[in-house]
Structures are given as structure tokens and as C-alpha cells.
């Protein structure tokens, strides 16, 4: 009986080679689902090349958040979140008992190859307790706050999508607590980018308030 089939157990592992196939040979119907595993494949091996157009689908790919390393916030007026991939449009950045050493408010700021954003944002930020207040915001999107002290604990996230990547137009929409009092803090805006994302940063509105509690960590799509 003639071959007509080649299934996972009929290969061995690392078997596939580059050389071994022809020019977009792989489509999507030659894809059956977890047909074709890691541990077949050599690393490398799968080129543009080798791909007829259209042959990968979402339905053929699974891209889990990436998440990053969490940062202790206890030190510094500043925390970085670089090296971005350009192929990013979802980002949240959660924070874990965040504190400041005084009164400043704690600020994200987007940034690109050639450094960060510091104007152009466009956007208000509100805090939610006995009285309601509001204010915008032009210099990065602050968690605000209209009577910030120094041991007030932040917990929450804040998520960047990115709405164009031809022309780097990034939107953002973060809800935060206060453990150490009942308030709520709520931030969106939008910011348009002079190049393609690659960092993120949390600072703070003065630039010289540090943080003394917490921690920070970043997580992407």
C-alpha cells in the first residue's frame, strides 16, 4: 500500500530540516492542529520561505501574554520596562503596593527608541472617595490624586493598546486602589508616539519623590 499520510510518530525528532522543504510548501491544510510539534522541528528551521501566504492563521498560532520579571519598587525615582517588541499592541502594567517617600503622584510615560514621551498625552485621571476629583493630564498618565501623602499604597493596573500602529497612536485605561485608605483612582488618555513602542516607564510628577514600597511588573501581547 502506497504512503499517503505522514503522521507525528512517522518523524523523528529535529528530522525537519530547512532543506527538506520546498518553498511555501507549508500551508494551512498541510497544518493539522498540534500536528506538527516543537520537538519535530529543528531550531530556526521554519523561514518566511517556507510559508505560502495566508498558511498561518490564528487559529494555527497560540500567543500567551508574555509576562515580565516583577521589579521591587523600594529605591529610585524611576522604573524601566525595555526592549519591547515592535510586534506588541497590548500591554498592562500591574502594581503591587506601590509607595512614594512624599507627595508626588505616580506617572507612566511611553516611550520609543529615542527615549520617552514627556508631553503630547491627552487624557484626565480622577480620584473616587468622599469627594470626587478630577484633573488632565499632559505630561503622562498619573494615577491622580488630590491629596497624595506619603504612606499611601497603590495596588491596580493600567493597560496600553495600541489603536495605530502605521502612525503609533496608543490609548490607556488603568483602575487603582488605596490600601492604606478607601479611595479608588481611575486614568485613560491618549498618546501618539514618534516611532514604534519599545519601553515603558513609572515615575513620578516631580521627579524626585523615590519610591519606598512595592513592587511593579509589565505583561504583553
Not at 21 to 42: E, M, P, S
Not at 111 to 127: D, K, N, P, Q, R
Request: charged share 10%; hydrophobic share 40%.
Amino acid at each position: 500500500m502506497a504512503l499517503t499520510q505522514i503522521t507525528t510518530p512517522m518523524i523523528a525528532d529535529q528530522a525537519v530540516v530547512t532543506v527538506d522543504i520546498a518553498d511555501t510548501a507549508v500551508t494551512a491544510a498541510k497544518l493539522a492542529t498540534d500536528a506538527v510539534t516543537t520537538a519535530k522541528i529543528l531550531d530556526l528551521n521554519v523561514t518566511t520561505a517556507k510559508l505560502a501566504a495566508n498558511a498561518v492563521t490564528p487559529a494555527k498560532m497560540s500567543q500567551p501574554f508574555t509576562h515580565g520579571t516583577p521589579t521591587t519598587t523600594t529605591s529610585g525615582t524611576e522604573k524601566d520596562f525595555t526592549g519591547i517588541p515592535s510586534w506588541v499592541r497590548r500591554i498592562i502594567v500591574s502594581l503591587n503596593g506601590v509607595s512614594l517617600s512624599s507627595t508626588a503622584l505616580l506617572r507612566f510615560r511611553l516611550g520609543t527608541s529615542g527615549g520617552f514621551a514627556t508631553s503630547g498625552y491627552l487624557g484626565a485621571g480622577s480620584v473616587i472617595a468622599a469627594v470626587v476629583a478630577t484633573a488632565n493630564q499632559t505630561a503622562g498618565f498619573d494615577i491622580y490624586n488630590s491629596a497624595p501623602a506619603a504612606a499611601d499604597i497603590y495596588c491596580g493596573t493600567i493597560e496600553f493598546t495600541c489603536v495605530d500602529p502605521t502612525n503609533h497612536i496608543w490609548v490607556a485605561s488603568g483602575t487603582f486602589a488605596q490600601t492604606s485608605s478607601a479611595r479608588t483612582f481611575v486614568t485613560g488618555g491618549q498618546v501618539t508616539l514618534s516611532g514604534a513602542l519599545t519601553q515603558v516607564r513609572l515615575t513620578t510628577s516631580n521627579g524626585t519623590d523615590t519610591f519606598d514600597a512595592g513592587t511593579i511588573n509589565i505583561h504583553y501581547e
